[in-house]
């Protein structure tokens, strides 16, 4: 079945510094890939909707000039979280979406920390 | 907001025993899915029933959908302790995956 990768699944970074976070699509094209934030025992939240070519869609409350996201290729989006705060610590997930029935493929998420 | 909500909130079952998870939400969808999620990890896509299905079968899992009453509802028969995760019900109204809470099952060897 279609592989969702994420890079790396642990960072550990100091406060002020920026860290990247990649999804690749191993197996299939995604267009879309979508970008999410889970904070402990709670749902996730969509912070925002890659497009392969534009420019990303950040839902509300989400600082598009905190959480960068690149869709630069139909395989590739990265997230990078610029000066992190450890408010910024949580459990970051990303989806790619494969055909137009809307089934996502997840990716095994990524544990940032911020000391 | 469409996002679905799912009860119970937690659910403790013995081994064999079948697990029924309820999700509601308030606006129009296309669809509905369900996920896993093991502890601090990445989310398993379970099974998707569209806006005109009412029931769906997969395995082990059986997924109604009211669009009535806007609810679903997932069961889980037989169950495992590998059942162990939490599971969440997601819509997809215009494009956008919202999920609910979740509901936290364990499965009790």
């Known amino acids: 079945g279609a592989v969702v990768s994420q890079h790396p699944s642990r960072v550990i970074c100091k406060s002020g510094t920026s860290v990247k976070i990649e999804c690749r699509s191993l197996?299939?094209?995604?267009?879309?890939m979508f970008w999410y934030r889970q904070f402990p025992k709670k749902s996730l939240m969509l912070m925002a909707t890659s497009n392969e070519g534009s420019k990303a869609t950040y839902e509300q409350g989400v600082e598009k000039d905190k959480f960068l996201i690149n869709h630069a290729s139909l395989t590739l989006s990265t997230l990078t979280v610029t000066s992190a705060h450890p408010e910024d610590s949580s459990f970051y997930i990303c989806s790619a979406r494969e055909g137009e029935a809307g089934e996502l493929f997840f990716g095994e998420g990524s544990r940032l920390t911020v000391l | 907001s469409q996002q679905g909500e799912e009860d119970p909130q937690a659910l403790s079952i013995q081994e064999g025993e079948n697990a029924t998870m309820n999700c509601s939400y308030k606006t129009s969808i296309n669809n509905l899915q369900w996920y896993r999620q093991n502890s601090g990890r990445g989310l398993v896509h379970l099974i998707l029933?569209?806006?005109?299905?009412r029931e769906k079968h997969s395995g082990r899992l059986r997924v109604t959908l009211d669009t009535s009453k806007k609810s679903s509802s997932l069961l889980i028969t037989a169950s495992r302790a590998a059942d162990t995760a939490s599971y969440f019900c997601a819509t997809v109204g215009s494009e956008k995956l919202v999920f609910g809470k979740g509901t936290k099952l364990t499965v009790n060897p």
């Open positions: 029933i569209r806006s005109n299905e």
């Open positions: 197996d299939f094209q995604a267009t879309t």
